[in-house]
């Protein structure tokens, strides 16, 4: 189950509330796209500023519409294991497949910490977890050999990998590695990842789908050349804190507000019309595509 690309959807804002409608409508659009899976309450849904009532609601709105179609993670952080385990066991009464772990931010355990972390919560639930290495969050890194010892839980079956360096020692391990950093998706995959949980998805998941097929198919050079032109744009989603390019592209796109919650503010005009230029680059890389698949 944990291949493809999987897609941390964001939460939709109106005048400071959630609009579950749009929210729902996203949600609609991205289970007809061709991803793997959708991740409810990442980092990218700004799942950190929301209340817990907004969790749920958030949660139970993109249930509602998925009804089974697709496997959804829920992300799960915090600091404290005990945080963690509240949140997990309140999550429990949805069908969800499992749940997207980090590490404690802030407190900097030890790697003796984060195994301990992970194995109380594995235990907690009969649920898939899949491992969140996100080290310039949460202050640490979950190291591969930590990884391996880990795998040895039978409910934690995949990892999502923000650091490069590690992909060639995590593919391994008995272990899916699902890259987590979105320029780093190719190389990834050349060091036999599984997929991606990646936000820019929302812009372009059939040119994530369509990089992988080649890649699966042997036909690296394509994929690459596809790859290497997607770049720049990329780089133009990450350019501001995540999610706020994100949902500035979808707003060009008329599909939401571009509205985030602060400390998080929204794209700068500037960037703006820079992704609204990038959309040429999209449409153009499609149309190479569908002739490369031809």
């Not at 042997?218 to 596809?226: K, L, N, Q, S």
Request: hydrophobic share 45%; with cysteine.
């Amino acid at each position: 189950m944990y291949s493809g690309i999987w897609l941390p959807l964001v939460t939709p804002f109106r005048s400071g509330e959630l609009d579950v409608e749009a929210l729902q409508t996203l949600t609609e659009h991205y289970a007809r796209s061709g991803i793997a899976g959708i991740v409810a309450l990442g980092t990218t849904g700004e799942a950190a500023l929301l209340s817990d009532t907004e969790r749920v609601t958030v949660l139970q709105a993109i249930s509602d519409v998925i009804d089974g179609r697709l496997p959804v993670l829920v992300g799960v952080g915090g600091f404290s294991t005990r945080e963690f385990v509240h949140e997990i066991l309140r999550f429990e009464r949805w069908d969800v497949a499992g749940f997207l772990v980090s590490a404690p931010a802030y407190v900097c355990p030890d790697q003796a910490g984060i195994t301990c972390h992970f194995e109380r919560i594995a235990r907690e639930t009969e649920r898939s977890i899949v491992l969140y290495d996100v080290p310039h969050r949460t202050g640490v890194s979950i190291e591969p050999d930590t990884v391996r010892r880990l795998a040895e839980c039978a409910n934690i079956v995949a990892i999502k990998a923000c650091a490069s360096r590690h992909f060639k020692t995590l593919r391994d391990l008995p272990i899916n590695v699902l890259c987590g950093t979105d320029e780093a998706f190719l190389d990834c995959l050349a060091a036999g990842g599984h997929g991606g949980i990646l936000a820019s998805a929302h812009i372009c998941p059939d040119l994530f789908v369509e990089i992988q097929s080649l890649m699966l198919a042997g036909d690296v050079d394509t994929a690459r050349r596809i790859f290497e032109r997607l770049r720049p744009v990329l780089k133009l989603l990450f350019a501001a804190p995540n999610p706020s390019a994100i949902k500035a592209m979808l707003s060009i796109e008329g599909r939401i507000s571009d509205e985030v919650r602060v400390p998080l503010t929204p794209a700068s005009a500037r960037l703006v019309g820079q992704l609204a230029e990038s959309r040429t680059v999209l449409d153009e890389l499609r149309a190479e595509l569908a002739l490369a698949v031809q």
